[in-house]
C-alpha cells in the first residue's frame, strides 16, 4: 500500500498564525496580547485623561546612559553607579523592556499603571528614568532610529492606574 505525503497544511496554519497576528500589530504596540490579559482588573477603575510630555527611548546607550569598558562589557557612563555594571534592556521593575514599556516617576504612576498613548498604543508602566520626573513618560522603541523620530510630544494620554 502506497502511502501519500502530506504537506502538513493544517499543523503549518495553527503554527504560523499568531506570527502573523503579531506582525499586523502596529509598530509601536507589539504588546497587544500582553495589555490584554492586564487590562480587566484596571477596567474596574475609571480612566484618567492625562495631558503630558512623551518622549521615547531605545536600549542604546545613547537613550539609556551606559557605556562599554575595556573589557566591552555595558556599564554605568555616569552618576552614583557610574563604571559598574548594567543589564541592557532590563526595567527598573526587572522585567525585559519590549515595545509596550513605558518608564515614569513612580512616585506618580507606579509600577503597573496602564496606558494608552495616541500614535504608540497601550503600554504599561515598568521603568523609570534619570530625566522622568512629575508628568512625563517615556515609551520605549526596539531601534533608535524610532525613538528618534517619535521625538517629544504633549499628548493627552488614557491612565489606569492599579
Not at 495616541?118 to 512629575?134: F, H, N, Q
Amino acid at each position: 500500500m502506497k502511502r501519500r505525503a502530506t504537506s502538513g497544511g493544517p499543523l503549518l496554519i495553527l503554527f504560523f498564525l499568531p506570527l502573523a497576528l503579531l506582525a499586523l500589530a502596529p509598530a509601536g504596540c507589539a504588546s497587544r496580547s500582553a495589555l490584554l490579559r492586564t487590562l480587566p482588573e484596571h477596567r474596574r477603575a475609571r480612566p484618567e485623561q492625562i495631558e503630558m510630555e512623551v518622549t521615547a527611548y531605545c536600549p542604546c546607550g545613547e537613550c539609556c546612559g551606559w557605556r562599554r569598558n575595556w573589557l566591552l562589557q555595558p556599564v554605568y557612563a555616569s552618576g552614583p553607579l557610574a563604571g559598574r555594571r548594567k543589564r541592557v534592556g532590563v526595567t527598573a521593575s526587572g522585567t525585559v523592556a519590549q515595545p509596550g514599556t513605558i518608564a515614569a516617576d513612580p512616585a506618580v504612576f507606579p509600577f503597573g499603571t496602564v496606558m494608552y498613548v495616541p500614535g504608540y498604543g497601550y503600554g504599561r508602566v515598568e521603568d523609570t528614568g534619570r530625566d522622568i520626573k512629575g508628568r512625563r513618560i517615556d515609551v520605549f522603541f526596539r531601534r533608535h532610529s524610532q525613538a528618534v523620530q517619535w521625538g517629544r510630544q504633549r499628548l493627552v494620554v488614557t491612565v489606569w492606574r492599579p
